[in-house]
C-alpha cells in the first residue's frame, strides 16, 4: 500500500505536461541561490505580496521547504485547510505530515493551523504562542490581511511589532503573506519583501517576482521570471548563468582534428517528420516538423542571437546526422560562427550542407580554415559548400541549388530501384525518402518573388520542411504568416529568452541553453 508521501510524488510527477528533465534541473536551484544570502543571516521576518492567484502560497511553502532543516516549521492558514493544501501540493506531504495537523483540541501537535474561523487577537496570540513555545519556529502567516484589515491602523501596528519582536527574542522567523501588494503597513517593518505580479506582453501572460528588500544582502538583480508549473515556484535562470558557455563551444574541441569530444544528441523523428533537435521542441509540436511543413521563427530584435543560433543548429545537426541535406540561406549571418557551431560536431555528415552567404567571403580561404586530416586522409571534399550570392540573385540561385540537389536523390531513388534496393512498388526507400531542411534567414519580397514562391511552392509539394527566420516589424512578416504552418515568436524579457507557440496555440516556455554543446530545454511558463 503506498504512503500519503509516495502518493503525493506519484501526483507531482503526472499531468498535461511536464518540461524535460534537463529543464527542471537547471532551474531547480535557482531559488535556492537567490535567497541563500539573505536565509543565512537569519533574519526575523519577510513579506511575501501579491494579488490572488500570483503564486504567494506557493513561494511560501518552497521557502519552508529551503528552510525546514534548521527551522520547525508551521503553517498558520486564514483561508486554506491542510487538506486542500496537500491536494493543491502534494509535494509538501514530506514536511507537512497527517500526524502533525493542528487542530484547535490538540494544537500542541500542530505545525499547520487553520484559522479560517478565527479572529485577528486569537491569531495573534497563537502566533506569539508558538514563537515562545517551539524552539526556533519559522511561521508563515497566510494571509494576515484577511484579518488585519478589520483592526484600526494603530492597533495593527502594534500587533505586527508585537509579533516581529517575539520572533526576534525567540530565534524565530515570522513570514507573512499578504494580498494588499501596495497598501500594507509591514513594508518598514520587516527584513525582506517580495512582490509577485503577473504582467501581460504582447498577449502573453508572463510571471515576475521583484525583491523590494533583503536586508544586508547586496541585490545585483531584483527581478525575476517564474513559472508555477507542477504546482511549484521555479524561478527562470538569468540569461548570464546558461548562456555564456555555448559561446565557448568551440573551445571544447579537444580531439586534435578539429571535432569536439562531446557529441551531438542524434534524435529520432518519428515516421513522417523531421527532428527539430531538441527532445523539447518536438514533443510541443507532437512530433518534429512534419513533412512539408514551414516554419515561422519571429524574433524580437532584442533576441540574444546565441539562442536563435542554437536553436537553428540544431535542426541542421539533426538533419545531418540523420543523413538529410540541409539548405542554409544565411543571408545576414556571420557564415564563419556557423560553420564554428557546426563543423566541430559533425564529420562525413557536413558534406550535406550548403551554405548561401552574401558576405563576399573567400571561399577557399574559409576552406582552408577548417579543413583537417582525418586517418591521414584529406577531408577537403567533406566540408559543406558556400555558394556566394547578393541581393539580385539571391532565391534564383537557391531555386536551381534546390533543384540539383532533389535531382540528385532522384537519381539515388532510380539507382536503388534498378539495383532491386527498393521496394516493390518502385517507391523511396527509408533512407532517400529523408526531406531536405530549407532554412532562409530572410525573405525577399521584391526581385526574388517569383523565385521565392516557387521555391517555398516547389519544396512542400516534395514535402521538404522550410524554416523562414523574420524580425519582428518586418516588412515581410504579414506574408510569412499567411504561408507559415507553424509559427514560434522568439524575445527576451528580463534577462530571459523566451519562445511562444503562436500557431498553434502551444504555450510559452523559457528557453535554457546548454553549456558544453549545442542543445536547449524548454521550461513551460505558467
Known amino acids: ?41 537569519e533574519p526575523t521576518s519577510m513579506l511575501v505580496r501579491g494579488l490572488p492567484g500570483t503564486g504567494k502560497t506557493t513561494l511560501a511553502l518552497e521557502l519552508m521547504r529551503l528552510i525546514h532543516e534548521k527551522y520547525n516549521c508551521f503553517y498558520i492558514s486564514t483561508r486554506v485547510s491542510l487538506a486542500r493544501l496537500q491536494r493543491y501540493f502534494p509535494w509538501i506531504i514530506g514536511y507537512l505530515k497527517d500526524e502533525s495537523v493542528l487542530s484547535y483540541d490538540k494544537i500542541e501537535k500542530d505545525s499547520v493551523i487553520d484559522l479560517r474561523l478565527g479572529s485577528a487577537t486569537g491569531t495573534v496570540e497563537l502566533v506569539i504562542d508558538t514563537l515562545i513555545n517551539k524552539k526556533r519556529a519559522f511561521v508563515v502567516l497566510d494571509s494576515w490581511d484577511a484579518l488585519a484589515k478589520e483592526i484600526k491602523h494603530e492597533d495593527r501596528m502594534k500587533m505586527e511589532k508585537t509579533m516581529i519582536t517575539v520572533a526576534d527574542t525567540h530565534d524565530g522567523f515570522l513570514l507573512f503573506v499578504s494580498e494588499e501588494p501596495e497598501m500594507n503597513t509591514l513594508s518598514y517593518l520587516v527584513d525582506g519583501i517580495v512582490t509577485l505580479s503577473i504582467k501581460d506582453d504582447d498577449g502573453v501572460s508572463i510571471r515576475s517576482m521583484r525583491i523590494d528588500k533583503m536586508r544586508g544582502v547586496a541585490l545585483y538583480n531584483n527581478t525575476y521570471a517564474y513559472t508555477l508549473l507542477d504546482s511549484r515556484f521555479t524561478l527562470v535562470p538569468m540569461t548570464q548563468y546558461n548562456s555564456t558557455g555555448c559561446r565557448g563551444w ?13 557529441p551531438f544528441k542524434r534524435l529520432d523523428a518519428r515516421a513522417g517528420f523531421v527532428s527539430t533537435g531538441s527532445k523539447d521542441t518536438d514533443d510541443i509540436l507532437r512530433g518534429g516538423l512534419a513533412y512539408g511543413t514551414t516554419l515561422l521563427l519571429e524574433a524580437d530584435p532584442g533576441l540574444d542571437m546565441v539562442f536563435l543560433n542554437t536553436i537553428l543548429v540544431c535542426m541542421i545537426l539533426s538533419t545531418l546526422k540523420n543523413n538529410g541535406k540541409v539548405m542554409l540561406g544565411a543571408v545576414d549571418a556571420p557564415v564563419g560562427s556557423m560553420l564554428s557551431s557546426i563543423l566541430q560536431f559533425c564529420t562525413d555528415e557536413a ?27 584529406d577531408t577537403l571534399n567533406l566540408l559543406p559548400s558556400i555558394v556566394n550570392i547578393n ?38 526507400t527509408a533512407d532517400t525518402a529523408k ?12 526581385n526574388n518573388r517569383m523565385y521565392e514562391g516557387m521555391l517555398l511552392t516547389t519544396a512542400k509539394d516534395n514535402g ?63
Do not use: C
Not at 437 to 443: A, D, K, P
Open 1 to 41: 500500500m503506498q504512503s500519503r508521501e509516495d502518493e503525493g510524488k506519484r501526483a507531482y510527477s503526472i499531468g498535461n505536461y511536464s518540461s524535460s528533465n534537463d529543464a527542471i534541473r537547471i532551474a531547480s536551484s535557482e531559488l535556492r541561490t537567490v535567497f541563500r544570502d539573505f536565509l543565512n543571516m
Open 250 to 262: 568551440s573551445n571544447n574541441s579537444n580531439s586534435g582534428d578539429g571535432s569536439s569530444n562531446i
Open 351 to 377: 558534406r550535406n550542407l550548403t551554405i548561401f552567404s552574401s558576405s563576399k567571403i573567400d571561399t577557399l580561404s574559409m576552406y582552408e580554415q577548417w579543413f583537417i586530416k582525418k586517418d591521414g586522409k
Open 391 to 428: 541581393d539580385s540573385n539571391y532565391m534564383n540561385i537557391m531555386l536551381a541549388k534546390y533543384e540539383e540537389l532533389k535531382g540528385v536523390d532522384n537519381d539515388s531513388d532510380s539507382d536503388s530501384d534498378n539495383n532491386g534496393n527498393g521496394d516493390d512498388n518502385g517507391k523511396e
Open 435 to 446: 526531406p531536405l531542411l530549407l532554412l532562409l534567414n530572410r525573405m525577399h519580397v521584391n
Open 464 to 526: 521538404d520542411v522550410t524554416v523562414i527566420v523574420e524580425r519582428m516589424g518586418s516588412s515581410n512578416l504579414p506574408y510569412v504568416k499567411s504561408i507559415a504552418d507553424v509559427h514560434l515568436r522568439l524575445w527576451s524579457r528580463n534577462g530571459i529568452s523566451l519562445m511562444h507557440g503562436v500557431k498553434p496555440s502551444l504555450g510559452t516556455y523559457a528557453i535554457l541553453l546548454d553549456r558544453e554543446h549545442p542543445s536547449y530545454s524548454l521550461l513551460r511558463m505558467v
